[in-house]
Structures are given as C-alpha cells and as structure tokens.
C-alpha cells in the first residue's frame, strides 16, 4: 500500500463550480498536510497546510484532515479558470523538517 | 520570500553524457531536496540533504549522486545519463519555520 493515494484522474468543471479533491494515507504518524497547486512548466508553490486533525478556510479554499479516517480533502469554491492546474497533497510527520509524503496529484480544468 | 533556483529550465543531453544539475536557496535552510516527477507516477524523491556534506538516499537514488559543499546549493548528478533519466526534475528547501519552497523545475530530455 502507498504512503498516500490520490486518485490521479483529471477534472474538469465549469466555472463557478465546486472542486473538490481528496487523498488518503497509511501512515499515522503523520501530522501535517499540504496542499500544493503547480501550473504547468512551473514547480509546486503551496497553497495550504494544517496541522492535525480539522478544517482550515482561506479565501475560496478550504482543506479538511480527517485523522481517524486518514483522509484529507481540499474544496475550491466559485473556481476560476485561474484555479487550472495540477493540485499535490502532501504530508510529514514534522513541519519543514523531514522529507514529504506526496499524492500522485489532479490536473484540474476550470472551463469558463 | 524565499527563493530557490535552478539553473537551468530546459536540458537536453546525449546518453551517457555526464549532467550536473544546479539548486540553490537564499534563505539559509537547512534541509534540501531532489525529486523527479514523472506523469502518472507523481514526485519521487531521490536525494536530501539536512546540512552541508550530508546527504540521504531517498526512493529513487540509482543512477544518481548528489553533493553539498555550501549550505545553499544542492546539486544533482546524472553520472551517466540515460533515456529513462528523461524528466522534470524539482529541487526544494525547507526549514521547521517556512515549510518548504519548490524551484520551477528542470526538464530533461536525454536522447
């Protein structure tokens, strides 16, 4: 079983539309859980992380970490067609200092 | 912000041909990394380093060496490279206080 799984499907939404993507993981030890966006040709920035178990809201995105479910989602509200790229979650069990745990990523197509 | 560049954004190198591939990092971290990012398989990590002259073997490190002589550059070296060396290849850095911070990347095409 891998560390962490992300259905790697594309999807496709008109704009306005609700996005929602979500990974799971094996391992309990880890704490914390990112959500990086990489447009195409370009590296991962991040656009969120939380620590342990909860919901954390930023602008039009929200994550969510289920730890006794070992499932973590990420919700995008009104999407744009900015929001078009690839979305990684990914997770360690320190913050900055330790290697992370990556998902295979969803390419996202916002349509206008 | 910090800011982590790569020397290069496209490459293109013969087959065994020996490739070095630069990073580097202006915010003093610690900790560095190499990954490769293929589609369909994801990030893989190959080597990391947590200070200078330290290095760790990650998921993928055959075919590869890294070396950390400066606290701010990491580089990675194809010793011999391959067609299946073909990639993008994305350095980061991190530290217990910024989390992590991706370069933009390199995209290899060894023929």
């Known amino acids: 079983q891998k560390e962490v799984e992300q259905d790697p499907g594309p999807l496709s939404v008109p704009e306005g539309a609700i996005v929602s993507l979500n990974c799971t993981y094996s391992?309990?030890?880890?704490?914390?859980f990112m959500w990086y966006r990489q447009y195409s040709r370009k590296g991962p920035e991040l656009l969120m992380y939380t620590y342990s178990s909860g919901n954390k809201e930023d602008g039009r995105f929200t994550a969510q970490v289920d730890k006794s479910s070992k499932y973590i989602s990420l919700f995008i509200r009104d999407s744009q067609p900015s929001d078009s790229a690839t979305y990684l979650c990914?997770?360690?069990?320190?913050?900055?200092?330790?290697?992370?745990?990556f998902g295979k990523g969803n390419q996202v197509v916002v349509i206008p | 912000d910090v800011k982590v560049t790569q020397s290069s954004r496209y490459l293109v190198k013969r087959t065994g041909e020996k490739v070095f591939l630069e990073c580097v990092q202006d915010m003093d971290h610690e900790n560095m990394f190499w990954y490769r990012q293929d589609p369909g398989l994801g990030l893989r990590l190959i080597y990391f380093?947590?200070?200078?002259?330290?290095?760790e073997k990650g998921d993928i490190p055959e075919g590869y060496s890294v070396s950390r002589e400066k606290k701010e550059r990491f580089s990675l070296i194809l010793e011999s490279a391959s067609t299946n060396q073909t990639s993008m290849y994305l350095c980061?850095?991190?530290?217990?206080?910024?989390?992590?911070?991706f370069g933009s990347g390199t995209r290899l095409t060894v023929v």
């Open positions: 380093s947590y200070d200078v002259k330290m290095k």
């Open positions: 980061a850095s991190s530290s217990p206080l910024r989390g992590y911070t």
């Open positions: 391992n309990s030890a880890f704490q914390y």
């Open positions: 990914a997770m360690s069990t320190t913050y900055g200092n330790n290697r992370l745990a």
